[in-house]
């Protein structure tokens, strides 16, 4: 008798791929922050202009997600994402050369260019290779690693800069990058180029709802694509709770360090040891917000139901930072802001939602717009805090505005996010776009 072939499952070596990556991503783009309390010294930065040093990443991010999304659907996403992945390290580690506000802002907006197709790369692999009731466990891994790197890495780079300064920081982390990048350009491929996929994995994940063919079916690039994104009640939903989920992550990524040892007078390091609980929180709320998503879609649930839950449940926990107001207690404080990313994590799960409603062959674009909305906020909660800070030399009000915002996002999923559908180009349908179930 000969042997039944059995299926691979290059998807799960894909996804490891975007684990890792997606973790230095956020090493790279957080080196900053855990430098700040003693960069800002030495270059002699006052709040405001650490504020703007911290969203020069985001005023590239930003403005390159719509073109780099393009560029995804157009060149494929294992070309224009490795280049991108080389360019970002190799610029983070020139940070480690700057000598005032002008070189850092630079090399920073570079890295912000450089990293713009990520997240949408990320969303396009996933959705190639992953079915439908398998999207969210591989959403949620990949969303999570940004936490799992920074809750391993940032207790590291804590300690590079007690002994050997802050340039070390920009060097380790960039030099991790640049390695990565020969794994990258080896392994990752489109699911019907891959060389080490079967036949019967194919077959599986398409027949679940995998687009493994979303790289051949090419439709140009219209203004119209982007007006249907832009007018869809449901897609204007997202984007909306995107910019409001962000304004966490980038009061996170940015001004923490600095809230700990300047509010609450934590230690460098007991403050690079807090902002790593927070992460690894981040990493677990993540986590279970995937799996229980599929395992409401296993159960019958709709996919609305399926994703909506841990998301508007994760934007109203979230909000409880405006918490850390009222206490001084370490203990207290380190839980508040634990409770309040392991919620984040959850809140996450946004990102399935693009892989699920957006037009098949613009997975690019559409998730370009969705970052675009959502990294807006990379450049205002920055500028704003740095403001609040300035003005008041207090955070208070900064944690304040962050959960109204928060308490916004998870409104827009209660009241304008309505359905979860895939959407059709014009084309598809005579003049009108419409819905399907994804």
């Given at each position: 008798?000969?042997?039944?072939?059995?299926?691979?499952?290059?998807?799960?070596?894909?996804?490891?791929?975007?684990?890792?990556?997606?973790?230095?991503?956020?090493?790279?783009?957080?080196?900053?922050?855990?430098?700040?309390?003693?960069?800002?010294?030495?270059?002699?930065?006052?709040?405001?202009?650490?504020?703007?040093?911290?969203?020069?990443?985001?005023?590239?991010?930003?403005?390159?997600?719509?073109?780099?999304?393009?560029?995804?659907?157009?060149?494929?996403?294992?070309?224009?994402?490795?280049?991108?992945?080389?360019?970002?390290?190799?610029?983070?580690?020139?940070?480690?050369?700057?000598?005032?506000?002008?070189?850092?802002?630079?090399?920073?907006?570079?890295?912000?260019?450089?990293?713009?197709?990520?997240?949408?790369?990320?969303?396009?692999?996933?959705?190639?290779?992953?079915?439908?009731?398998?999207?969210?466990?591989?959403?949620?891994?990949?969303?999570?690693?940004?936490?799992?790197?920074?809750?391993?890495?940032?207790?590291?780079?804590?300690?590079?800069?007690?002994?050997?300064?802050?340039?070390?920081?920009?060097?380790?982390?960039?030099?991790?990058?640049?390695?990565?990048?020969?794994?990258?350009?080896?392994?990752?491929?489109?699911?019907?180029?891959?060389?080490?996929?079967?036949?019967?994995?194919?077959?599986?994940?398409?027949?679940?709802?995998?687009?493994?063919?979303?790289?051949?079916?090419?439709?140009?690039?219209?203004?119209?694509?982007?007006?249907?994104?832009?007018?869809n009640r449901q897609m204007i939903g997202i984007y909306i709770?995107?910019?409001?989920?962000?304004?966490?992550?980038?009061?996170?990524?940015?001004?923490?360090?600095?809230?700990?040892?300047?509010?609450?007078?934590?230690?460098?390091?007991?403050?690079?040891?807090?902002?790593?609980?927070?992460?690894?929180?981040?990493?677990?709320?993540?986590?279970?917000?995937?799996?229980?998503?599929?395992?409401?879609?296993?159960?019958?649930?709709?996919?609305?139901?399926?994703?909506?839950?841990?998301?508007?449940?994760?934007?109203?926990?979230?909000?409880?930072?405006?918490?850390?107001?009222?206490?001084?207690?370490?203990?207290?404080?380190?839980?508040?802001?634990?409770?309040?990313?392991?919620?984040?994590?959850?809140?996450?799960?946004?990102?399935?939602?693009?892989?699920?409603?957006?037009?098949?062959?613009?997975?690019?674009?559409?998730?370009?717009?969705?970052?675009?909305?959502?990294?807006?906020?990379?450049?205002?909660?920055?500028?704003?805090?740095?403001?609040?800070?300035?003005?008041?030399?207090?955070?208070?009000?900064?944690?304040?505005?962050?959960?109204?915002?928060?308490?916004?996002?998870?409104?827009?999923?209660?009241?304008?996010?309505?359905?979860?559908?895939?959407?059709?180009?014009?084309?598809?349908?005579?003049?009108?776009?419409?819905?399907?179930?994804?």
């Open positions: 008798m000969g042997e039944t072939v059995k299926r691979t499952r290059v998807r799960y070596l894909i996804l490891a791929i975007l684990f890792v990556v997606t973790a230095i991503n956020y090493i790279d783009r957080s080196a900053l922050s855990i430098a700040a309390p003693v960069m800002k010294e030495d270059l002699a930065l006052d709040a405001v202009a650490l504020g703007f040093a911290f969203s020069a990443f985001n005023w590239a991010y930003t403005f390159m997600q719509i073109p780099s999304g393009w560029l995804l659907d157009r060149f494929g996403t294992r070309l224009v994402y490795g280049i991108g992945l080389f360019t970002w390290s190799l610029f983070t580690g020139l940070q480690g050369l700057v000598t005032g506000f002008a070189m850092l802002f630079l090399f920073r907006f570079i890295v912000g260019l450089a990293e713009a197709p990520s997240f949408p790369g990320n969303s396009r692999l996933t959705t190639m290779w992953f079915p439908t009731n398998e999207r969210g466990k591989a959403v949620a891994t990949y969303n999570s690693s940004q936490y799992f790197g920074l809750a391993l890495f940032t207790p590291v780079l804590a300690s590079l800069l007690n002994v050997y300064g802050w340039p070390a920081i920009f060097y380790v982390a960039g030099g991790m990058g640049i390695i990565l990048t020969f794994v990258w350009f080896k392994l990752i491929h489109d699911p019907k180029r891959h060389p080490l996929a079967n036949q019967k994995e194919l077959e599986y994940i398409e027949q679940s709802g995998a687009l493994v063919d979303a790289s051949e079916q090419k439709s140009p690039i219209k203004w119209s694509h982007a007006r249907l994104l832009l007018t709770a995107q910019f409001s989920l962000n304004t966490i992550v980038w009061f996170f990524l940015t001004w923490l360090p600095t809230y700990l040892v300047q509010e609450k007078h934590l230690s460098i390091l007991k403050a690079g040891f807090v902002t790593s609980l927070t992460y690894a929180a981040a990493f677990l709320g993540g986590i279970l917000a995937g799996y229980w998503s599929d395992s409401m879609l296993k159960r019958g649930k709709s996919l609305a139901v399926a994703r909506k839950t841990p998301i508007i449940i994760g934007f109203l926990l979230s909000s409880c930072i405006l918490l850390a107001n009222y206490t001084n207690s370490p203990a207290l404080i380190v839980l508040i802001l634990c409770v309040s990313f392991f919620a984040k994590g959850m809140a996450g799960l946004t990102w399935t939602l693009v892989g699920d409603m957006s037009p098949k062959e613009i997975i690019g674009l559409s998730a370009g717009i969705f970052n675009t909305s959502g990294n807006l906020a990379g450049i205002v909660t920055p500028i704003v805090v740095g403001f609040i800070l300035e003005h008041t030399h207090s955070f208070s009000y900064a944690l304040l505005f962050i959960g109204v915002v928060l308490l916004i996002g998870a409104l827009s999923y209660m009241f304008i996010v309505n359905k979860v559908e895939r959407l059709q180009l014009p084309h598809e349908q005579g003049q009108t776009a419409k819905s399907v179930n994804a």
